[in-house]
């Protein structure tokens, strides 16, 4: 017997082309840092897989600082840090969090999270993003446990 998936996928632009999607693809806008947009995202996905619960969550959120935001720490307003971190690191709690239920309905259920090696090797230029990726391993560690 062979299965057949249905997937949702999340885009962040209302740009996304449709068209060129696969039929059994369902594109959702999601701002990951919005609480009402997560919600929106569990409720479509429980409506496409059902009782069955979610196999797997793909996190790929992921925002770098500006070129203008300056380069080094002492140069970096901490706003770019709130930033950054707001989707790279509490974007993707928040949005494993609202998928947890879905997923503990099967055994066999994944989560994947696209890492950085940004998160392994720190440089005093691009601190925001790495000290996030950092974060976010961390956090699936700790998960994973």
Known sequence: MQEVYEKAAAVTTDKADKSKVVERLHPLMLDVTNEEHIADAVEAVTHFVGENGLYGLFNNAGKGKSKDDGNSIEELPLQVYHDVFGIN??????????????LRQRKDSRIVVNFSVAGRISTPFGSPYRTSKFAVEALYD????
């Open 89 to 102: 690191f509490f974007g993707t709690l928040a949005v494993t969090k609202a998928f947890l239920q879905l």
């Open 142 to 145: 700790a998960l994973r446990r």
